[in-house]
C-alpha cells in the first residue's frame, strides 16, 4: 500500500440536500473540475466531502461557490463535529412527517372509502356532495404538496433545470403529474382525452408522506450508524484539575497546556494524554484499546485521555492536548475511513449517475406505450408515475457507505483503528498472515537468561563492557543487557565511538578496548570464527532464546542468551487465525535455530530467519507472489515500516512506534494480537454485509420497475398503485440502513 504523497492535504466540507446516489455523483463531478483537487471523495451517509488538494492551494471558496451552484449548499467543517444542521433537519423532518400524516390520514379515509365501502360513498354525496368531496380532497393534498412536500418540489425542479436530475426530480415529476391530473379532472375535465375520471389526489398525498416517513425513518437509522463516533467524542473530558501557582484548580479541557500537572482522583475520566508523576492507578481503557480489564498505571506509564482512573488517585504531566491527543485522533481516523470508498462502490455510482435519467426515459415510454395500446389516459399516466415513484437510486448509495461507517466504528470500539476504509474490503481476501516477532508475537522486552564466556574473560567484564556499548542502541536485545547490568549493580563506563549495523549488530570502543557484538555473521565478517560456543548456541536457540555474541579485541569472549516471553495472548490468537485457513508466517531477523524453536511453540507453518531490517518488505513481496496470493503483515517497530507498506494489509501493533503506525493501513490500540482475527472476521462479515445490501438494492429496482411499468397488467392485470410504490420505495432504502446496523452484534474472538 503507497503512502499519501506528501504535498497532498485533505480539506473536509460537509454537503447539504444530497439524497441519493446521483447526488453523490454531481458532488464529485463539480469538485473534481476545480483547479488545485486532485481528489475527491463524498460519503452519502455522513454529508461529507473528502477533496485532496495540492499543497498551497486554498480550494475552500472555490469548492463551496461550486456546490451552491450545483444546487448543494455546503461549508467546511471541523474534524470530530457533527453536521451542525443534523438536529434541525430530523427536527424538521418529523414535524413534516406529523403535519402530512395529519392531511393525508383523512384524505385517504375521504378517497379510498368511498371505493371500498357503498355505504360510506352514499354517506359522503349525502352529507358533502361529488363537487365538495372532490374540493376537500384538492384542499388536502394541496396542503401535503405545498407544505411538507415542498423541498421536492424545490430541489427536484431546479436539478432538472441544471439538467442533474436525482431522486426529488423523481418524486416531483410523478407526484406532480398525478396532481395536476387530478385538478383538471375535477375542474376542467373538458380538456382530457377521457373526460372526467378518476381522481388521484390520494396517491399524490400519499407517496409524499411515505416518502417523508421512509426520509425520516432513514435518516434515524443512519444516525445510529454514526453511534461510534458519537461514543468516542462522549469520552471527552469537559474539564481538568490542574496545578496552577501551586493550587489545584478546574479548568476548561481546552485551556490545558501541554506540560502542565493534572491531578486525578478515583473514579475521575483522565482528560487528556500525559506521563505519570506521582500516584498508581488501574486505568479503564477499553473504549480506547479493546482491553476488557482495567490496566495498572504506575509512574512512568503513560495515559490516554478519555480513559477512566478506576481507583486509585494520580498525578500525571501533560503531553499532548486538543487536537493532539490519541482520542482525537482516533475520531480522525475513524472519520477517513469512513469516507473511503471501495472498488465497487466506484462502479455503483457510474450506474446510478445515469440511473435517473434512465428511469425518467423508461417512464415517458410506458406513457407512451400505455397511451396508444390501453385503456386509458388515467391508466397510463398511473403507470409513468409509479416507475418514477418505485425507482430507488437511494437503496444503491446507501448501500457500501452504510457497512463501511458501521464496521469502521465497530472495529474501534473492538480496539481496532481502521486507517483505510478500503482495508476493510482487502482484509476479506487475505491468504497469508506474516508476523514480525519481536514486540509482535513477543512481549518485546527480553531479558538476559544465560551468559557464557570463554576462559580469558569474566562474566562480569562482559556484559559491563556490552551493556556499556549498547546504551547506544534501541535494539530490543540490547536493552536486556543494560538491564542486566544494571541489576547486577554495575557501573556503565563512556562509549568512546559507536556504530550500528542493522541486522548484524554493534561496534565500538569503551575504556579503549574494540567491542563487537551481534550474530554470526557479524562475527564471521570481523574473521572470528563463532565455532567454540556452536553447542551453547544450540542449546539456547531451541529453547527460544537468542544467543548473541560478543567479542573483545577482536577476540571471542561471551555467548549471552537472551529470551523475549511470548505474549499471553498469541497462541490463541493464531489458533484462531488457523481456524480460518490462513497461512501463518514468522519474519524475523533472529537465527534460524531460535525461529524454528519459537515456530514449533507457536505451530507457525513457515518461518523466514535471518532477515535483515531492509530486506522484510522483499520477503512480503515474495510471500504475494506477484499478485497471486494477499498477505496481511503485523509488526511494531521502525524496521518493520517498509513491509507495513509492501503488505497489501499492514497491520500494527498499537504499543509499537509512530513510524510503523504511519506506515499501517489499521492499527491494533492494544498488543493483544486476538484483534487480527477481529479485523479479518468482521471484514468477512462487513463485505458479506455490502455484498447482501447491494443485491437488494438492485433486486429491488430490476424487479418492481417492470411491475410499476405494467408488465404483469396484460397476464394478470396487476398494476402497482403510485401508493404501493411510495412504501416500496421508502422501503428499500430503510432496509438497507437497517441491514447494515446489523453489524453493531458482530462479536469479537475470544480466546480458548
Known sequence: MSAEPADIKTLELTVRDMTCAACVGRVEGALKQIPGVVGARVNLITGRASLDVATGRDVTAAAIAALDDAGYPAEAVQVGTRRPADDADSADLRSRVLVAIAATVPLVVLEMGAH?????????????????????????????????????????????????????????????????????ATFVPGLLPDGRGGTYFESAAVVVTLVLVGRYLEARARGQTGAAIRRLLSLEAKTARVLRDGAAVDVDIATVRVGELVLIRP????????DIVDGAAHVDQAMITGEPVPVRKVVGDHVIGGTIATNGALTFRATKVGADTMLAGIVRTVEAAQGTKLPIQGVVDRVTLWFVPAVMALSALTFAVWLLFGPSFGHALI??????????????????????????????????????GDALETLSRVETVAFDKTGTLTLGRP????????????????????????????????????????????????????????????????????????????????????????????????TGATPVYVAIDEQLAALIAIADPIKDTTASALTALRRMGKRIVMITGDDTRTAQAIAKRLAIDDVIAEVLPIDKAAMVARLQDGGARIVAFVGDGINDAPALAQADVGLAVGNGTDVAIESADAVLMSGDLGRVADAIALSDATVANIRLNLFWAFAYNIVLIPVAAGALYPFYGVVLSPMLAGLAMAASSVSVVSNALRLNRFARHRPA
Open 116 to 184: 371500498l365501502s357503498p355505504a360510506f360513498h352514499h354517506a359522503i354525496q349525502a352529507t358533502l356532495g361529488q363537487w365538495w368531496a372532490s374540493l376537500l380532497a384538492f384542499a388536502l393534498a394541496t396542503i401535503v404538496l405545498v407544505g411538507p412536500g415542498r423541498d421536492f418540489y424545490r430541489k427536484g425542479f431546479a436539478a432538472l433545470r441544471r439538467q442533474a436530475p436525482d431522486m426529488n426530480a423523481l418524486v416531483a415529476i410523478g407526484t406532480a403529474a398525478a396532481y395536476l391530473f387530478s385538478i383538471a
Open 447 to 542: 531479558a538476559v537468561v544465560a551468559i557464557v564466556t570463554t576462559a580469558a574473560f569474566s562474566e562480569t567484564d562482559v556484559l559491563r563492557l556490552a551493556a556499556s556499548l549498547e546504551t547506544q542502541s534501541e535494539h530490543p536485545l540490547g536493552a536486556a543487557m543494560v538491564a542486566a547490568a544494571r541489576a547486577r549493580g554495575l557501573s556503565l563506563s563512556p562509549v568512546e565511538a559507536s556504530a550500528t549495523e542493522p541486522g548484524l549488530g554493534m561496534t565500538g570502543r569503551v575504556e579503549g578496548r574494540a567491542i563487537l557484538i551481534g550474530g554470526v555473521k557479524q562475527l564471521q565478517r570481523a574473521g572470528i570464527e563463532p565455532g567454540l560456543f556452536a553447542e551453547a548456541a544450540a542449546t539456547h536457540a531451541n
Open 383 to 420: 403507470h409513468a408515475v409509479s416507475v418514477l415513484i418505485v425507482a430507488c437510486p437511494c437503496a444503491m448509495g446507501l448501500a457500501t457507505p452504510t457497512s463501511i461507517m458501521v464496521a469502521t466504528g465497530k472495529a474501534a470500539t473492538m480496539g481496532v483503528l481502521v486507517r483505510k
Open 267 to 274: 473514579g475521575e475520566k483522565i482528560p487528556v494524554d500525559g
